[in-house]
């Protein structure tokens, strides 16, 4: 079992930051793939940004240019910097982990951009 740990959610003004982060800790794994969704009330999970087992990275289109997805040597950390906010990056973010087998996600965090 994975545990994942999110932290860095909260409400900012539209072209403000935030930095989300997120921690694995539990059971060991390689070929790991780490990133993040989000989803608005009534809206579909869309893919925000994930690092690929290989460690390439990988954004959605709506994000492109304004996020940046890192991932620490020891490959169970995963961080999102979010710059040029706008009130379309409101929902909640998920951190997932996915093995070969599972995968593994987070509580979600808020992420409110307000006008």
């Known amino acids: 079992q994975v545990q994942l740990v999110e932290s860095g959610g909260g409400l900012v003004q539209a072209g403000g930051s935030l930095r989300l982060s997120c921690a694995a800790s539990?059971?060991?794994?390689?070929?790991?793939?780490m990133g993040w969704y989000r989803q608005a009330p009534g809206n579909q999970r869309e893919l925000v940004a994930k690092?690929?087992?290989?460690?390439?990275?990988v954004y959605g289109d709506s994000v492109k240019g304004r996020f940046a997805i890192s991932r620490a040597s020891d490959q169970n950390t995963v961080n999102l910097q979010m710059n040029s906010l706008t009130p379309e990056d409101t929902g909640v973010y998920f951190c997932?982990?996915?093995?070969?087998?599972?995968?593994?996600w987070g509580q979600g965090t808020q992420v409110t951009v307000s006008i």
């Open positions: 690092v690929t087992s290989g460690g390439s990275e």
């Open positions: 539990g059971s060991i794994f390689t070929n790991t793939a």
């Open positions: 997932y982990l996915r093995t070969d087998l599972y995968s593994f």
